[in-house]
């Protein structure tokens, strides 16, 4: 039992220096440092101990020197930081308990001192698995909901087609599609993607798009009048074909580029003149624009989650000592699923 006030060791994943390629574990190091399980006074922070950390593929872009992104980079040598399920140890923020639990940013470490509250949201403890905060009720569940109804306004009956299908954010986006009366068909990396696709998240059809030697022929093949929309989660080839493909008034909500190798070296994209032809609309966005709208957002899910209509798959790491090695299976398409690493389980 740790005692308030006593000085403990700290593990931590540090960031060790930027980098412009897809992250290796190499980039990151365990540390083991000392910290006060107590928050100074008059400090106005609070102490937390972390209990499920979240890998995302947008902290790949953190790696590298500041590129005019909409995030600051991680700083060389601190640990990195990510969105996270936490537990208050002590408190000198009268807004937060001891025993308080919340979701927001944090250290990837066992023990953070909290000195800024944005995005920090108090989680009232019910059936919903904890985890599920940085999953389905975190960034990534609210990303899916914000890009395809804010993004893509969708109709009833419309065709949607969803990339990276299995991934965190498109699980939800083709679960949301299918609620809406949509035909929903998405794309994965492995047969045992397509199949969790199609048998557990409810998709009308999915394709191994390794399998697949021309997309645009396989994009036809399952969407022979066109797709209406599309949410783009790995741009790349996949989008050149989904540009030849959509409907007039088509519309593309750019959530993610997973696809590219470099994120400073652009490359030109082909298929552009579809915007006109066909008076595509390819709108990017960040979820933070749509922050106004996450109470009907957590209404409308955990509604769902709770009468079965809505499945969350997670892929679950163990100890902190996992996170690297999880953090950069992201980029290969190890995960199965939400990637979540649990440090301790309260």
Same mark, same amino acid.
């Given at each position: 039992?740790?005692? $308030?006030?006593?000085?403990? &060791?700290?593990?931590?994943?540090?960031?060790?220096?930027?980098?412009?390629?897809? *992250?290796?574990?190499?980039?990151?190091?365990?540390?083991?440092?000392?910290? %006060?399980?107590?928050?100074?006074?008059? +400090?106005?922070?609070?102490?937390?101990?972390?209990?499920?950390?979240?890998?995302?593929?947008?902290?790949?872009? #953190?790696?590298? %020197?500041?590129?005019?992104?909409?995030?600051? *980079?991680?700083?060389?040598? @601190?640990?990195?930081?990510?969105?996270?399920?936490?537990?208050?140890?002590?408190?000198?923020? =009268?807004?937060?308990?001891?025993?308080?639990?919340? +979701?927001?940013?944090?250290?990837?470490?066992?023990?953070?001192?909290?000195?800024?509250?944005?995005?920090?949201?108090?989680? @009232?403890?019910?059936?919903? =698995?904890?985890?599920?905060?940085?999953?389905?009720?975190?960034?990534?569940?609210?990303?899916?909901?914000?890009?395809?109804?804010?993004?893509?306004?969708? %109709?009833?009956?419309?065709?949607?087609?969803?990339?990276?299908?299995?991934?965190?954010?498109?699980?939800?986006?083709?679960?949301?599609?299918?609620?809406?009366?949509? !035909?929903?068909?998405?794309? /994965?990396?492995?047969?045992?993607?397509? &199949?969790?696709?199609?048998?557990?998240?409810?998709?009308?059809?999915?394709?191994?798009?390794?399998?697949?030697?021309?997309?645009? /022929? /396989?994009?036809?093949? !399952?969407?022979?009048?066109?797709?209406?929309?599309?949410?783009?989660?790995?741009?790349? &080839?996949?989008?050149?074909?989904?540009?030849?493909?959509?409907?007039?008034?088509?519309?593309?909500?750019?959530?993610?580029?997973?696809? +590219?190798?470099?994120?400073?070296?652009?490359?030109?994209?082909?298929?552009?003149?579809?915007?006109?032809?066909? #008076?595509?609309?390819?709108?990017?966005?960040?979820?933070?624009?749509?922050?106004?709208?996450?109470?009907?957002?957590?209404?409308?899910?955990?509604?769902?989650?709770?009468?079965?209509?809505?499945?969350?798959?997670?892929?679950? +790491? $163990?100890?902190? %000592?996992?996170?690297? /090695?999880?953090?950069?299976?992201?980029?290969?398409?190890?995960?199965?699923?939400? #990637?979540?690493?649990?440090?301790?389980?309260?």
């Amino acid at each position: 039992m740790k005692m $308030e006030g006593e000085t403990v &060791d700290n593990k931590q994943v540090i960031f060790k220096g930027f980098i412009d390629r897809i *992250p290796r574990e190499t980039d990151m190091e365990l540390k083991i440092g000392k910290i %006060e399980l107590k928050a100074p006074k008059g +400090s106005g922070a609070f102490l937390v101990k972390n209990l499920y950390l979240s890998c995302d593929p947008y902290m790949r872009g #953190r790696m590298r %020197e500041y590129y005019d992104s909409y995030i600051p *980079p991680f700083v060389p040598g @601190q640990a990195i930081q990510g969105f996270g399920v936490s537990k208050v140890v002590d408190s000198d923020d =009268p807004d937060f308990k001891p025993g308080d639990l919340v +979701s927001g940013l944090t250290g990837w470490e066992e023990f953070s001192l909290m000195r800024k509250h944005e995005q920090l949201r108090r989680i @009232q403890q019910d059936d919903t =698995p904890l985890s599920y905060h940085v999953g389905l009720l975190g960034m990534a569940g609210f990303t899916a909901y914000a890009g395809f109804y804010e993004v893509c306004s969708p %109709e009833i009956g419309e065709n949607v087609f969803v990339s990276a299908a299995s991934g965190a954010v498109g699980q939800l986006v083709g679960q949301l599609a299918k609620l809406h009366g949509c !035909y929903v068909v998405g794309s /994965a990396g492995t047969s045992q993607k397509v &199949d969790i696709l199609k048998n557990k998240l409810g998709f009308d059809q999915a394709f191994n798009y390794k399998k697949e030697p021309d997309l645009n /022929a /396989a994009l036809k093949r !399952y969407f022979p009048e066109g797709i209406d929309i599309y949410y783009d989660n790995v741009g790349g &080839d996949m989008l050149e074909a989904a540009l030849l493909n959509m409907r007039i008034h088509g519309r593309i909500a750019v959530c993610g580029m997973v696809s +590219s190798t470099s994120l400073s070296v652009s490359k030109g994209i082909h298929n552009l003149f579809s915007l006109i032809a066909k #008076r595509i609309r390819m709108q990017g966005f960040l979820q933070s624009d749509y922050l106004h709208l996450y109470p009907r957002f957590f209404e409308n899910v955990v509604s769902n989650y709770k009468q079965g209509k809505i499945v969350y798959i997670e892929d679950m +790491s $163990e100890g902190l %000592e996992s996170a690297p /090695a999880a953090l950069v299976g992201l980029f290969s398409g190890k995960n199965v699923g939400k #990637r979540v690493i649990c440090v301790a389980r309260e």
